[in-house]
Nanobody, 126 residues
C-alpha cells in the first residue's frame, strides 16, 4: 500500500512557475513507477508525464514538453513536477499516481496506476 499526498499548487500568472511535490509513504518508493495526471473542469483526466524507478527515463505529453520537468528523490520518497512558462490551459487539478514496477510501457494510461493522491489545484491566470 502506498499513500500519496500532493502539495505545491496555487494561483500563478501566465508565464510563471510552480513546483508540485508528491510525498509517498508506505512501501519502498524506489520500486514504483510514477506519473502526473491532470483534470480540467468538464474534461477527462489526462496524462502529463511519467518517470521510471530511477528517474532516468521520463515521458511527457507534447503540450508540456520543454516547459515541465518530472523528477524524483527516492531517498526522500518524493516526486516532483517543475512547471515553467505556465499557460491558462494548464489550469487543472494535478494528481500524482504510482504503480509497482521499475518500468512501464503504459505511463500514459491512468488505468495502469494503482495508487493516487487527492490532487492539488493549479490555476493559471491570463
Amino acid at each position: 500500500q502506498v499513500q500519496l499526498v500532493e502539495s505545491g499548487g496555487g494561483l500563478v500568472q501566465a508565464g510563471g512557475s510552480l513546483r508540485l511535490s508528491c510525498a509517498a509513504s508506505g512501501r519502498t518508493f524506489g520500486g514504483y513507477v510514477m506519473g502526473w495526471f491532470r483534470q480540467a473542469p468538464g474534461k477527462e483526466r489526462e496524462f502529463v508525464t511519467g518517470i521510471n524507478w530511477s528517474g532516468r527515463n521520463t515521458y511527457y505529453v507534447d503540450s508540456v514538453k520543454g516547459r515541465f520537468t518530472i523528477s524524483r528523490d527516492n531517498a526522500k520518497n518524493t516526486l516532483y513536477l517543475q512547471m515553467n512558462s505556465l499557460k491558462p490551459e494548464d489550469t487543472a487539478v494535478y494528481y500524482c499516481a504510482a504503480d509497482s514496477g521499475y518500468y512501464s510501457d503504459t505511463y500514459y494510461d491512468s488505468g495502469s496506476y494503482k495508487y493516487w493522491g487527492q490532487g492539488t489545484q493549479v490555476t493559471v491566470s491570463s
